[in-house]
Structures are given as C-alpha cells and as structure tokens.
C-alpha cells in the first residue's frame, strides 16, 4: 500500500514538475483574472483601477513601451487635446474638465502638465506620460506580448477567453478588457484605390509637396492637419468626402474639425485656391489618362498626374470596364465647369481607422457596431461586447456608444467610462456596491450644486455618464458617473437596490442647437427658458420608478433619458458657475421639494424653536438639523434681513407690523365680540 | 316726548305691510318693544352733516334687509327728545346700537357699519354670536372640526375684508342654515394656508365645506370641499344644497330621465352605467369621480340592468350641460372624465386659475428662503476671514497638527446656510484671537475638494476639531456663536480630568477646580469607581474624550469612591452629577456599556429637570418625548413669576410631575415665546400662564384657567383633569405635512406646450438606429452614363 502512495505522490510532484516547466515551454499557459489587452492610455486607466483594488490582472502590450499609437500619429505631432493648466481654480476635481490629457489616479501630481506645458501639446509627450504613469503608479504591464488570436474558452463553467501570443504562451482570462485602440486604416475600395496615399504613411516635409496639386479624402481633422501642414507648398488642395465639414464648435463634438486645424476653410472662403467637395467615395475612381502614360513612361511613378472621374463614366456600354482610359471618361468631357476635372499630383486618403476584429475568433468575435460605418465593435451600454460576455471593450474602440455626440472616444472622455466599467466588474465579479454616499435629505441640494460646480465626468462625458440619486425617505444615496444608457439595470450592475421613492439623474447636456451658435439668442438667461438652453448644462430627471429597457428605446428623439416624472434645466451659465441664488439654487430647490414633496427651505435655530413647538412635524431642515443639536443660529444683522423682507416673525409686539390693513379690521372686531361674551 | 322712526320690524310681516315707510312711533310702544325683547338697530343723533346724511340713506335701506330677520332698524332724534345715556356724550353721533330688548348686544362705531352690507354683515354676526365661531388660527378650526365630527358638518368662511358683500353673504346665509351646519368665520390668512390656499395675499373671500358629519373616526380629517364660485348668497346656496346632495346617486332610467337636483341648481351631470358584473368596480369609480368633482358636477350610476335603460351598448358615459341635451361618450379611464371637465366643460374656472397663475410667476424671483434670503441681501457685505486662517492643501496639515486644538470650517461658498453661519463663525474667531494654542480655520469646499473628500466631509457646514495624535472630532453643537465659543472654551479642559484624592473630589464638585469654567456650564458629572482596574474606566475615558467640550467630566477611580456613595442607594460603578455649590448632588449607577451608551447616558443624566426652554437647548429636552407642562413668564421679572416658578417646583421632586417635561420660558430672552403662546391659544393671555403642550402625544394644548392662582395644589388638580379628559383643549397642534411651498414650476409642460413633440416618448415603431446615419449622404441614384452626362456626384458640391 504504502509503496502505491508512494507512487502517487511522486506522480503527483511529477505532473506538477512539468506544468511548472510548461511556463517556459512552448506551449504554456498563464491565467489571470483580469487580462487587458493594449497598454494605451484606456489600458493603463484599466491597469489602475484593477491594480487600486488589488486584482490579479496583466496589461498585455505588443510594443516595447506605452502608447505607441501616439509614436506615429497624428502625424504631423500636434495633438489637439486641450492641456489648459491655469483655470484661475484650485479644485483639481474641476480643473480635469481643462486638462484632455490626464489619466485618473488618486496621486494628486501625476497629471500631463508635469511633462508638457503647451496648451496643444506635442505628440511625442504623450506616450512619455503615459510611461511615467505606468512606472510610477507599478502597474503589471507586460511589453512585447503580440496577441494574434482570441478564443472563447470555458473557465470553471464561465465563459472566459484564451489569448495566444507570437511566442506560443496562452493567457487564459476571466474577463478580457479590449483596449486595442483604432489601429487599422479605413479603407474604401474604389477603382484605383491603389493609387492613393495612405495618412498612415505619407511624408510629412512639407517639402515633399513642393508645387503638388492634392486631392485629400477625408473632411476630418486627419484631412485637415494634412491640409494645413501643407498650405504652403501645395498649388491647390481639394478635399473630397460624402459629408459636409462639421466644426466642432458648432456641433459640441470634439471628434468633429477642431478650430485648431481650419486653417484651409480660410484660403477656401477667400478663394486660394483650396476647396471643399461633397460626394460619395464609393463612385469615384482614380485614373490615370491612357495616351500620358504612353508617352511618359520614363518619369517616376506618382508624377503622373491623377484623374478623378466616376465609376459609371469607366463602364463601356455593355457595363464592363474598359482598359484604356480617354478624355470621354472624364467628366470634365461632359461638364465643362466641373470642379474637380484638374488632375492632381497627390491623393491623399485621411479617413480615420478602424478596430481590429481580425485577431479574434469567430466566437470570441464581437459584431460590428450598426453606427460609425461598422468601424467599431459592437457593445452594450454598460461596454461589454454583444455576445461575448466577460468581455468588454474600452477606449476609443468603446465609442460606439455615443459615436458623434460625447467624449467616449477621447482620453477625457473614455478615463470616466473606463472607471464605470471598473465598478461594474467590482458588482459583477466580488460583490462589491458601486460606491455611494449616503446624505440626509437636507444636505441633497448643496451636494448636487457641488456635482454641477466641480464634476469632470458628467462634465466631460455629456448626456452618456450621469450621477443617479436614489431617494430613501429622510436620506439619498448619491451614485456618481453611471452609463445611462445602463439605467434599466441600474440594480443589478449596481448592487444597489431601488426603493419607492424614485430615483433622480443629474446629467450634463447641450440644448436643442437650433439657433446659429455665434449668433444672437445663442445664450439663455432666464431661468424660466432654462430647458431652452443651447450650451452645456445640467438638467435633473426624477422618476418615481426605474424607467424600463422599452421606455429607454422609446426616449424622445435627441435625449439621453426617457421622458421623466419631472425634469428641471438648470439654466447655462456663461461662466459654468451654477451658483447664484435666484437663478440656480431656488429654482433647484423649488423642483426637488416637488419631487420629494417636502418643504426643503432652511429655517434658523429661532424658527425652528418655533415650529418645533408648535408643529408636529417640523419642516426637514428642522428636523434634521436643529433638532439634531445643529440648528444653524445665525445673528441679529442677518435676523434684521430676514425681517425686513418679512420672513422670519417678529415677536415683540402683539401685533406684527406686517399684518395688512384688513386684518386689523378683523382683530378689532373679534375684540369686541370677546367683551360681549364676558 | 320723543318721536321714533320705526322703519320695519316684526318677523312675518308681509313686504307691503313693511314697505320702508317712515313709521311715527311713541315713546310708549317703544318702550313696550323694549320690554318684548325684540332685537333692534338703533342710531341716536341730534343734528345731520354730509356725512351723516350718507350714513341714514344707508340705515334706512338696511332696515328693509334686516326686517327679514326680525330685526328693527330705529333712528332716534336726540335734538328732539334725548334718551338717557345714549344720547349725551361723546360717543353720540359715532355710534350705533344693537338692542335685545333694553339690553345693548354691542356697540359698533358708524365708521364700521358704513354702509348697507356692513349693518347687515355686522349686525348679524353679532346676533349669530353663539351659531357662527370666529376662528384666528389652524389649532381653533380644527378644535371645532373635532367637536363637529359625527355630529354636524361645517361651513367655513374667509372674508378678508369684513362689512363688504362677501360678509354679508356668509352671515345671511348662517342665519338660514346656522342650526342645520356649523358656521366658522375667519379671517386670518393662517386659515387661508391651513385650507391649502397657496396665494394667501388675494383678498377673495373664500368658503369651504367641510363633511365632517360623515367622518367615521375622530381621527380622520373632515374631507373639505371649496366653493369655486364668488361668495354670494345665490351661490352658496346652491353650493350647500350640493353638499347636501348624495355623492352619487343610482339610477334605473336613461340619462335624459334622470331627475337629480344638480340639473336644477344648474350644474352638469354626469353619467355612468354600470354593468351587473363590474358593479363594485363600477361603483368605485363613480364614488372616485364623484369626489374629485363634488361642487362642481354631479354624478349619477346608471345600471344597465334595469329594461328602462336603452342606451346603446358602445357608450359607457355621458354628460349633462344645464340647459342643453344629454351627450354620450365612451371612457376609457377615470382621468380622462376628470380631464374632460376640468379642462373643457368647466373652463370658466381653468380659465380664473390660469389668471390666478400669472400672478403669481412674478413672485418666482424671490427668495422665499429666510436664510438664502437675508444672505442675499447681505450680498455687498463679503465677510471678513481675517481672523480665520484659509486652509490650502499645503497648509492643512501642518496647520491642525501645531496648534492644541484647530477648529475647522468647512464650508460651501454658494451655500446660504454655510454662509450664514460663518458670519458666527468669525464672530468666534474675532472673541477668541490671540488665546495661545487656539486657532480657528476654514476650508472652502467648493476649491478644495480633494482635503473636503479626505476628511470625509459630506455635509456643510461642518465644524471639526483637530488635536495632535488625536482623531478629528467633529462638532455636534448648535452652529452658533455662543455654543461654538462655550465650545471650543470647554474642549480646552482635558476630559476626564482624572481625580486623585477626595479633595479634588470636592473641588471638582463644588466648581472651584476649573473656576473659571462655572459661567459655561455650572454641571460637572463624575465617575466613580472603585479602582483604575474598574472594566468600565476605559468605556467611560472613552465616553469622556467623545463628550470633550460638551460636559465637564471628573474620573475619580480609587477606593475611596467609596464614600462618595456611602448611604445612596446606589453601588459603585457611579455617575454623580453637581449642579453648583449648595445643590444636592444626583447619583446614578453606570450599567456595564459601551462608550457610546454612556455618552447617552451622560447627556440625560446633566439635562435640568425644570429647564427654561431656549432656542439653543430645546432639541435636548424635546428628545425626552414627553408632554410639556410649559410655564411662559413676561419680560419683566415680576414676584409673580417668580412664585410660580416655585409653585410647580414644589411638586417636582415628589415625581408627580414625572410623566411631563416640566419646563419654561422667559419671553424676554425668548421672544419667539410669545409666538409659540399665541400659535398655542390664538392669543396671549394674562402672563405667567401655564400650558400642557402635548407635542407627541395627540397635539391637545391645555391652558391652566387664568382666574384660577398658580398654585401647586391648583396644579396638580388641574394635570389630573387634563389626564381624565376633563378640561376642553384650548388648542391643537397641527399635524401638517410641510409640503413644497410654491407650486411646481413644471418644465415639461411648458415644453410640451412650446414644442409639442419635443418632449414625448418615440412611438414603439421608429426605431433609434440611424441616430447619425440620418445625416450622412443618401445614396445617389444610379444613373447611365449616356442617359446622364451630368454626374450626379460632384453636383453635390455646395456651390454648383
């Protein structure tokens, strides 16, 4: 017997002797509970939440340092996220809705400001902080690890993800957090695509473009710094592209063309000769004419001059395509004044990127996103992938979500997702509540205000992350930043049960848009129009139960929210300073004693003496402030005001001085009537 | 002899026997009309002016009004023959008498009674003294409602304005329907408000009826009905013979059969038929409607049952117009009918509300918030941080560590409260610069928020004290400038001081060990224990160092604590609380608990048993839970409140008073006393008054009878009548909610009504793809070459 034990031991050691040697075999395997594929700056935002809560997790990058996106684009190295270091404001929560570059992280200096001061910084700096936030924070990234291939796998009856890298190790995930980034050129295949340069590739020396005639696809800021760098040396730029040029300062979308990059709309309206063009790239096909080339065989390839022309002009009659190309197949021929019928000597394809769904298997694949052109994965509001469960997405690649209309594709934007999706996995994988604080009723108006004053992730991230107020009788608890979209299944991604009360949503968002956005009745002033405010601002939503998935879907067009219970706009402020009295803090309060149907004024210590005597249930600032011991006295100089403007009684008289004419009347006669009856 | 003009008199005279002719009277069968105790008007004057002259057209068209009521109206010549008392002196000419036979009922100045509806408002009221109360204030409405439950229902009536149409109207009315309804008069906006009139400044009279004959228990409310027509005697007519009428009545005919009395006061009907198998439902329903529309609408329950009905099948409800025919229409649910008819049949009313409405937008701008509103107006005046020291990151932390004790502020700029209490909180600061090892702070929370967050600050304002290699305290006083200062004073003082011999016993007692201390708190509480082995010496040190700045706490663990409990029937461990020298001490066992427990036991066993009541420490002894056997004493300090205070003393300590809160207020230094009295009773009476305050329990308010001498065998009396349910409350402390003060402001409605479709869920067919797809480019359409040499794309550039 003994000897059989024996055995099995040594088997036992044996077995466990070459699973270990696995690890640096060949076909080895490493497990994790969290991997995060792509050390760029949504990775690492990742790699800090999970390395905060102490989580088994591994960043898994392919190159040799952080960012590396960022080492090659945009590549004339300008980047356009704003580094505003002086805001005149000293809370740091309120000076990351200036600073686009900054990850979140509890180290109150680790911000982008520390490595560049330029208020556009350069490109090369971002991937050297990205690498200090890296090291400094000790995040678990493993560099030189190329993911070619994920699987869908069975972890202990969950669904799970197995990655393989170039070497043979497989990273066996409990849940995979996709953090690839747009890598993968947008492409449109038309004929003589080849033709046409890549943004990826193309020289930046202006030089290079010496005398050129460009044509640009692409209306984007991809296009447009292209455009610009070359301004003065290019003969004439063209940018062709489906849609028209949207200015991010008029659509409030910061994907769309930033000012910073425009220069070309001014030699365009001042007639430089540069120009915009709006038409479908699916039709057009670049050509080069045949007879040219017959002659000038000898020049190099590239300085043969480059036709625009239609797909359906290069059809013969019998719809084939013909080999030879002529004038007639220009449409210069047909339309004597056609704009484009000029030849260039560049074109240039500017047309943005697309993720990289070919490293994963068709079951761990996730579907394209019906938006964006199907550039993107598709995801649920709270970023996992539709049908690939214990996978999410983050990032810029996570922008389906609010693609064109928010900041989820953007650092400043995708750092608060990230953090949402973090506390999610918390709720889902250990249990743990999204954090709340809890607040008697009393202190909700001055903790909202707070959230509107200072708040950078609603602020940042508009009509998609909002803070959620869940109503408990004399007490709230207050949730910050949840995906709204995620609302009908705020309990259970939460962990936070609902009650009858309701809940309210505090959500920043711009206006209807409807007027000219540097022209006149841009700007709302008056409280009372509040909901017609056109800029950035908060509105709160009170509903008495949690609006259901069908409600969601039927939202009214352009909300981020089904039609409430009740809704109040606060009124935009020129300055972002929700603060004032009469046109932010009455109104406020007036909507949330309506939703709470409870007198929410504040009393001093005298008033509540006497409400609390002669009252069974004294107002709630009363109740849970004076008679908590924390009546709030005030002094005789404030008692005056309060007098004055006839709020607060005043006891020395028998009869008050307010008290009109008629009820002196009144008094009188009740005096009289009293003698009588004695 | 003198000569009477008797215009009209007796009740139950025809019109044309009583024609307000001049009727020339003698002396002799007034005086006969005097003795039949006739109630009579009578004006006594010697000569005419302008004035006058106004005044007698006026008397004379009243006594046709008043004849109705059997009252006569006399004018007496006193030039021609003078009538003892009446008609010398200066009240001659200014005056008009009312008479029950010889006895004068009252006296009215002819100012008041100035015209044709003052004499007649006036002159009944006073006879209808005993039908029609008179009520000032909440608590004396619902004193007559709770004595009219199950018994009467009643009419309540606010006139704003007595002697005008209005008046007259309510008092005509209560005298033909005084015996059949309680009637109430008011004219206080405190009723106003109490009624649910939120606009308490119009000066609209106002009536309401309250079905409190129906109730079926005293403690449900009588559900008020308001009349929504002008106050005239027509109208509350048929609004009372409305109330009258059953909710809802049933019906076995088709509607334009139905014969219900609303049809003839000219009010519509509506309509509801009900079907054998839904008919509890169906009755339910009439019964919800009715109620929302009482006043307004009548409603009637057709049973389908009954052959007489042939009403076809696809209605289910129909309506009535005075004056026009029955109209049929389908319902789908309750809401809509109540839509149908508050918002199109009835729309004279929308209409006076909408107006209503507008006015009241204006008052939107003002604060109506005491605090935000006096912080406003003190908006010029920045306060002066001076003597506070502004915290920044870098500075907070070497800041709350080099000083004895930092008190720290956190504050919100734009929170009114936070800044009305700075105002005190530099007051402190200003009475205290200077003192060594002291020194106050504050924190903006809406800069800093990183220190706000990691000091767990959540509330503002909120006051913390740092001590070095101590945990931060928080402050749990009133946010004050007196409680504040005794505060920080008091935290200065170690706690426990510990005690090492029986001579600092007594001098920890008697106040001379920390002297200097006696004019912040006079109580000083001791633990007692038997040794420093004690388990509980650390629960209480503990308790202590909590209580740091809120009581003066002595440990003394030794055995000689012994003695201090020696012939008390308490064993050791034991609290003894000092009150100041010459008071006997109090002992108390401490039980085996954990510091938290002995803090709540520390703060009870240090509350007065015989408090005065101040702003600052009634929420201590409210927190008892008791009844108040409340004593309020007048500004001057006369003998006679000092008396009194004795006279409850005296049955103190015997514990007959254990089941109230014996307690008192100096009006003087509690001015707001006054308006807790008047709240209370409607008035102030004669001070020292005693009242039973029952907060808690029932809100009944008792006032010890005036007339009777404050006595504690008075007292003691007067509890024991109180608790048999033999004394009548003299007031009753409302249970109101404290709703939203204004009305709602509702964006959505104003968006649904500027931009219809703005705000409305999407139909469950469109779909909310395409949220960007809309906007880009639609396919071109394909088109041949030869067919079309145009192309189409290049077209698409805008300036073509």
């Not at chain 1, 983050?394 to 990230?418: E, I």
């Not at chain 1, 607060?648 to 009856?677: C, R, W, Y």
Request: with cysteine.
């Amino acid at each position: 017997m003994s000897v059989i034990q024996l055995l099995s031991r040594l088997l036992c050691v044996l077995s466990l002797a070459t699973s270990g040697a696995a690890l640096h075999g060949r076909n080895n395997t490493v497990s994790h509970e969290y991997c995060v594929l792509g050390a760029g700056p949504a990775g690492l935002q990742m790699g800090y939440f999970l390395s905060r809560s102490q989580r088994d997790y591994i960043v898994l990058e392919r190159n040799t340092g952080p960012g590396s996106f960022f080492n090659i684009y945009p590549r004339h190295r300008k980047l356009i996220s704003i580094n505003k270091i002086y805001t005149g404001r000293r809370n740091k929560e309120f000076n990351l809705r200036h600073d686009w570059n900054s990850l979140l992280s509890d180290r109150p200096d680790l911000l982008f400001q520390r490595i560049s001061r330029e208020f556009y910084p350069n490109a090369d700096d971002f991937p050297r902080y990205l690498s200090m936030f890296e090291k400094e924070l000790g995040l678990k990234v493993k560099y030189g690890a190329d993911i070619g291939k994920i699987i869908a796998s069975e972890l202990n009856g969950n669904r799970g993800y197995t990655l393989s890298d170039q070497n043979g190790v497989n990273y066996q995930c409990r849940v995979l957090l996709v953090s690839t980034g747009l890598w993968v050129p947008q492409q449109v295949d038309f004929l003589g695509s080849d033709l046409v340069e890549g943004y990826e590739s193309i020289p930046t020396d202006p030089e290079e473009f010496k005398e050129q005639a460009v044509l640009i696809l692409g209306k984007g800021n991809s296009a447009f710094e292209t455009a610009q760098s070359i301004l003065g040396r290019a003969s004439r730029i063209h940018l062709y592209s489906p849609s028209p040029v949207r200015l991010a300062w008029q659509t409030h979308y910061v994907g769309d063309l930033r000012a910073v990059n425009n220069e070309l709309l001014d030699t365009y309206q001042l007639k430089s000769l540069d120009g915009l063009v709006e038409g479908r790239l699916e039709d057009i096909a670049i050509v080069r004419r045949g007879k040219d080339s017959g002659k000038r065989r000898t020049s190099a390839v590239g300085k043969e001059p480059l036709y625009l022309t239609l797909t359906e002009l290069l059809d013969d009659q019998n719809g084939k395509n013909i080999s030879e190309v002529t004038g007639q197949n220009l449409p210069g021929y047909h339309t004597d004044n056609f704009s484009l019928r000029q030849p260039y000597d560049r074109v240039i394809r500017c047309l943005g990127f697309r993720f990289n769904f070919s490293i994963f298997d068709g079951s761990a694949r996730p579907p394209q996103s019906s938006g964006a052109r199907g550039r993107l994965p598709g995801v649920t509001a709270w970023y996992e992938g539709r049908g690939t469960p214990n996978m999410f997405v983050l990032g810029t690649a996570a922008h389906s979500r609010d693609y064109r209309s928010s900041a989820g594709g953007f650092v400043h934007g995708f750092r608060y997702t990230v953090r949402a999706v973090h506390k999610i996995l918390e709720q889902r994988y250990h249990n743990i509540a999204w954090a709340a604080t809890t607040l008697p009723i009393s202190q909700l108006q001055s903790w909202i205000l707070k959230r509107v004053n200072e708040a950078s992730g609603p602020y940042q991230m508009f009509a998609v992350l909002g803070d959620i107020i869940l109503l408990r009788g004399s007490y709230c608890e207050y949730l910050e930043e949840f995906p709204l979209q995620a609302l009908p299944q705020l309990s259970a991604l939460s962990g936070r049960p609902l009650s009858d009360h309701g809940l309210l949503v505090l959500v920043m968002q711009y206006g209807l848009n409807r007027t000219d956005t540097l022209g006149p009745g841009r700007a709302e002033s008056e409280w009372t129009k509040a909901w017609r405010s056109n800029f950035l601002h908060p509105v709160l939503y009170y509903y008495n139960t949690l609006p259901t998935e069908k409600d969601r879907r039927q939202r009214p067009v352009g909300w981020p929210l089904p039609r409430p219970g009740a809704i109040h706009h606060m009124v935009e402020d020129f300055l972002t300073e929700w603060d004032q009295p009469i046109s932010h803090s009455q109104p406020l309060r007036r909507f949330l004693e309506h939703c709470l149907q409870t007198d929410l004024r504040a009393f001093y210590a005298e008033s509540c003496f006497l409400l609390s005597l002669t009252s069974r249930t004294p107002p709630l600032f009363c109740r849970q402030g004076y008679l908590r011991k924390q009546g709030i006295v005030g002094n005789s100089h404030l008692w005056k005001h309060a007098r004055e403007a006839g709020l607060m009684a005043d006891h020395q008289g028998d009869i008050p001085e307010s008290v009109p004419e008629n009820l002196k009347h009144a008094a009188a006669a009740v005096v009289s009537t009293m003698n009588f009856d004695l | 002899m003198c000569i009477f003009y008797l215009f009209a008199f007796l009740f139950g005279l025809t019109a044309e026997q009583c024609s307000s002719e001049l009727i020339e009277d003698s002396s002799q069968s007034f005086m006969e009309k005097m003795h039949t105790g006739k109630t009579s008007f009578i004006y006594f004057g010697n000569h005419v002016n302008p004035t006058i002259k106004l005044f007698m057209e006026q008397l004379e068209m009243s006594a046709d009004a008043l004849e109705d009521y059997g009252i006569s109206v006399v004018k007496v010549n006193c030039s021609k023959d003078s009538i003892e008392n009446y008609c010398t002196g200066e009240k001659l000419m200014t005056k008009a008498y009312l008479f029950r036979g010889s006895e004068v009922l009252r006296s009215f100045d002819i100012d008041t009674v100035f015209d044709v509806n003052a004499i007649v408002s006036h002159v009944l009221f006073s006879v209808l003294f005993n039908e029609v109360r008179y009520v000032h204030t909440p608590a004396e409405l619902l004193r007559v409602e709770s004595a009219a439950k199950q018994n009467t229902d009643v009419v309540v009536g606010h006139i704003p304005v007595l002697g005008l149409p209005e008046h007259r109207a309510l008092m005509e009315s209560a005298f033909v329907y005084g015996t059949k309804y309680q009637f109430v008069q008011t004219t206080g906006s405190l009723v106003l408000k109490h009624m649910g009139v939120v606009d308490a400044s119009s000066s609209q009279a106002r009536l309401w009826f309250l079905h409190c004959k129906g109730v079926s228990s005293q403690s449900d409310p009588c559900p008020s009905i308001p009349m929504r027509k002008p106050l005239k005697t027509i109208h509350i007519h048929t609004f009372l013979q409305l109330m009258e009428a059953p909710l809802v009545t049933e019906a076995e005919v088709d509607p334009s059969e139905v014969d219900v009395v609303h049809i003839h006061l000219g009010v519509p009907v509506l309509f509801l038929f009900s079907q054998t198998q839904t008919q509890h439902l169906d009755r339910a329903t009439a019964q919800t409607l009715a109620l929302q529309l009482r006043g307004e609408v009548g409603v009637v329950l057709i049973s389908r049952e009954s052959p007489n009905v042939k009403t076809p099948l696809k209605y289910n409800a129909a309506y009535r117009l005075p004056q026009e025919d029955v109209k049929y229409f389908t319902l789908n649910s309750a809401e809509e009918v109540m839509k149908l008819f508050k918002e199109e049949l009835l729309q004279e009313h929308k209409i006076e509300d909408e107006e209503g409405d507008e006015e009241q937008w204006p008052d939107l701008d003002i604060l109506d918030d005491e605090v935000s509103e006096s912080v406003y107006r003190d908006r010029d005046h920045m306060p002066d941080l001076e003597s506070v020291a502004e915290l920044t990151s870098d500075t907070f932390q070497t800041t709350v560590t080099q000083n004895d004790i930092t008190v720290v502020l956190f504050y919100l700029k734009w929170d009114a409260v936070c800044m009305a209490f700075i105002q005190s909180y530099i007051e402190v600061a200003d009475a205290l610069e200077g003192m060594s090892g002291v020194e106050l702070a504050a924190v903006d929370c809406g800069e800093l928020t990183d220190i706000c967050s990691d000091q767990n600050v959540t509330s503002f304002p909120t006051v913390m004290i740092y001590r070095p290699m101590a945990p931060a305290q928080p402050y749990r006083g009133m946010l004050g400038t007196t409680s504040l200062h005794k505060f920080i004073l008091l935290s200065l003082v170690s706690s426990p001081s510990h005690l090492s011999s029986s001579a600092e016993v007594t001098s920890f007692l008697e106040g001379d060990l920390y002297s200097k201390h006696v004019y912040l708190s006079a109580v000083r509480v001791l633990g007692l224990f038997s040794s420093t082995q004690d388990t509980g010496v650390t629960s209480f040190e503990e308790a202590a160092r909590l209580l740091r700045g809120e009581t003066i706490l002595g440990l003394f663990a030794n055995k000689e604590a012994e003695q201090w409990v020696e012939g008390l029937s308490v064993n050791l461990p034991a609290l003894l609380v000092s009150r100041g020298p010459g008071v006997p001490h109090e002992v108390y066992s401490i039980p085996s608990s954990s510091p938290t427990e002995q803090v709540l036991l520390i703060k009870r066993v240090e509350l007065d048993h015989f408090p005065e009541l101040t702003v600052e420490n009634l929420p201590w002894y409210l927190d008892l839970g008791k009844p108040l056997l409340l004593l309020f004493i007048g500004k001057e300090d006369g003998t006679e409140s000092t008396k009194s205070l004795a006279e409850i003393k005296r049955p103190l300590s015997s514990g007959q008073l254990d089941s109230f809160l014996p307690c008192w207020i100096h009006l003087g230094r509690t001015p707001v006393g006054r308006s807790v009295l008047e709240t209370y009773l409607g008035f102030v009476p004669p001070l020292p008054a005693l009242v039973i305050s029952k907060l808690r329990t029932g809100g009944e308010v008792f006032l010890f009878p005036p007339e009777r001498p404050l006595m504690a065998k008075n007292i003691l009396q007067w509890i024991h009548d109180v608790e048999n349910g033999q004394e009548q409350p003299a007031g009753l402390i409302p249970d109101g909610k404290w709703g939203p003060p204004v009305p709602f402001f509702d964006f959505l409605a104003i968006m649904d009504q500027e931009a219809p479709t703005y705000a409305t869920q999407r139909g469950p067919k469109m779909k909310n793809g395409g949220r960007e797809g809309n906007r880009e480019q639609k396919p071109n359409q394909k088109q041949t070459p030869h067919s079309s040499p145009n192309p189409q794309a290049p077209r698409q550039h805008s300036e073509l």
